[in-house]
């Protein structure tokens, strides 16, 4: 059973500095991983979708990793900003379904 | 181009009494899936759907739970005869392709409280 793990639950760092999040799942034979953000009370928002096949994929300050055989990604976010904070979601889609496996999330506070 | 629009962004409901949720896909979207997110528990998927057909409905509770994504009109998801239990957030996501080409894209959720 494919399970889906996020450390740290939450994380504090000081404006400008650059972090990383971590997502781990238990069953390598995904399809895709996608990092999402979601704010208090919204929905979520798409940051970046990797395909098995990929290594990472990169949008402005957001760099995601996939490595597939050991279960791992990373999200890395330059220069952090205030504007940053919020809860950040990973979802492995574990074949070519739409049922994807969310871990529990980092929230995250970038403090000014 | 709009979201993913559902709604109403609040319901609340008595027990026993019935719950609908719409969701209306982006533009050129014909993929739409439901997800519950349960206080201090993570997103669970629900059902997935492409117009008029269930395509997976393996997240579903068995009975009272039921969605649907007719040819003209928003998808539904319909909850019978509510209990507590069923107060949560409720988000409805799109793609125009499969999920295994496109990100999803989510609405911002209906929160359903059940008194």
């Known amino acids: 059973k494919q399970e889906v793990t996020q450390i740290p639950a939450a994380l504090s760092v000081p404006e400008g500095e650059n972090l990383v999040l971590n997502c781990s799942f238990t069953?390598?034979?995904?399809?895709?991983l996608q990092w999402f953000r979601q704010d208090p009370g919204k929905g979520l928002t798409s940051l970046l979708l990797?395909?098995?096949?990929?290594r990472e994929q990169t949008s402005g300050r957001l760099n995601a990793s996939l490595d597939k055989s050991s279960g791992r990604s990373t999200l890395y976010i330059a220069a952090s900003q205030p504007g940053d904070s919020a809860t950040y979601l990973c979802?492995?889609?574990?074949?070519?379904?739409?049922?994807?496996?969310f871990g529990q999330g980092t929230e995250l506070s970038v403090k000014p | 181009n709009a979201g993913v629009m559902q709604n109403p962004r609040h319901l609340v409901r008595r027990r026993g009494q019935e719950a609908r949720l719409r969701c209306s896909p982006m533009k050129g979207h014909s993929h739409v899936y439901w997800y519950r997110q349960l206080p201090e528990e993570g997103l669970k998927f629900m059902v997935y759907l492409q117009k008029e057909n269930i395509i997976d409905e393996s997240g579903m509770p068995k009975e009272r739970f039921s969605a649907e994504f007719p040819k003209e009109g928003p998808s539904i998801l319909r909850i019978q005869q509510v209990v507590r239990g069923d107060s949560a957030a409720y988000f409805c996501?799109?793609?125009?392709?499969?999920?295994?080409?496109?990100?999803?894209?989510f609405g911002n959720g209906t929160r359903l409280t059940v008194t």
């Open positions: 069953d390598s034979a995904i399809y895709n």
């Open positions: 979802a492995v889609n574990p074949n070519q379904g739409g049922k994807l496996i």
């Open positions: 990797i395909q098995s096949s990929q």
């Open positions: 996501a799109s793609s125009p392709e499969g999920p295994a080409r496109d990100p999803l894209h």
